[in-house]
């Protein structure tokens, strides 16, 4: 509990320190309404200003060395986030993980997933209903290309021991991953997302843990049929011949 409350302590001194001056910047965004409604024309549509509130320090102490608060704060919630996550949320994922009898591809692929998603989720969430921009997309398609890429290669170049690793977790979550991103750009086209787009998306989702239900049999099955026609070598025709122990037999 102190570490939750101590998290807790964190979010709110982070949020009052990093929250932008909109006294002092306001004119910022009224040439940004200007130029607006000089592009739009006749539709005069000007741009929502971001919802978020004064900051606790003004521009002019930011620049002599408040700002030095901020990455403080900054440091503070990254310490905060650490120790929650190793105390209470990992050993809480082991133990669902553990009750529920789920293998390491497929708790991997859901329960830890869902956790290691969570920060790109609330970016999404702040990025759409309170700065009203789209940095919420990058995020979640630049996380997933950076876990792909560069969290795999680090692992096996850092690792001590020999890692076994099959082919089967990476096709069966590329191929989701690829049809997902093909739709989404297919919605994208219009720049607009439709409430029955974001339902298909969400559909896809669950589509994908359902899948994992069946996650074994269906790699049983797909791995008959693609080796059912393997022939296995015989280095030398030594292998051929009877052995003189099976002979005396």
């Known amino acids: 509990m102190k570490c939750v409350r101590l998290l807790a302590a964190g979010c709110l001194l982070f949020c009052a320190l990093s929250r932008p001056s909109l006294q002092y910047e306001r004119h910022l965004y009224d040439d940004i ?3 607006h409604e000089n592009f739009t024309g006749s539709r005069g549509n000007a741009s929502k200003d971001p919802l978020f509130p004064d900051d606790l320090f003004t521009m002019e102490q930011r620049r002599q060395g408040a700002v030095v608060l901020h ?49 790109e989720l609330f970016t999404s969430v702040i ?15 630049g996380s997933a290309v950076f876990n792909i890429l560069f969290v795999i290669g680090m692992c096996a170049i850092f690792s001590k021991t020999v890692l076994t690793l099959t082919w089967w977790p990476l096709f069966r979550d590329c191929t989701f991953y690829s ?10 086209r219009d720049n607009y997302i439709y409430w029955y787009e974001a339902l298909v998306l969400f559909g896809f989702y669950l589509a994908y843990v359902s899948f994992m239900k069946w996650n074994q049999p ?18 030398s025709t030594d292998q051929l011949m009877p052995s003189v122990s099976s002979n005396s037999a």
């Open 33 to 35: 309404d200007t130029e």
């Open 71 to 119: 990455l403080i704060g900054v440091v503070y919630m990254f310490v905060a986030l650490a120790i929650v996550c190793d105390e209470f949320f990992v050993p809480s994922l082991d133990v669902i993980i553990e009750k529920l009898d789920i293998q390491d591809d497929v708790a991997g692929a859901t329960f830890m997933a869902a956790g290691g998603s969570a920060p």
């Open 127 to 141: 990025g759409v209903f309170v700065s009203f921009d789209d940095v919420g997309i990058g995020t979640i398609v």
């Open 179 to 188: 049809a997902s991103l093909i739709t989404l750009i297919i919605f994208f």
């Open 218 to 235: 269906v790699e049983r099955f797909v791995k008959k049929h693609l080796y059912k026609n393997r022939v296995t070598r015989v280095r």
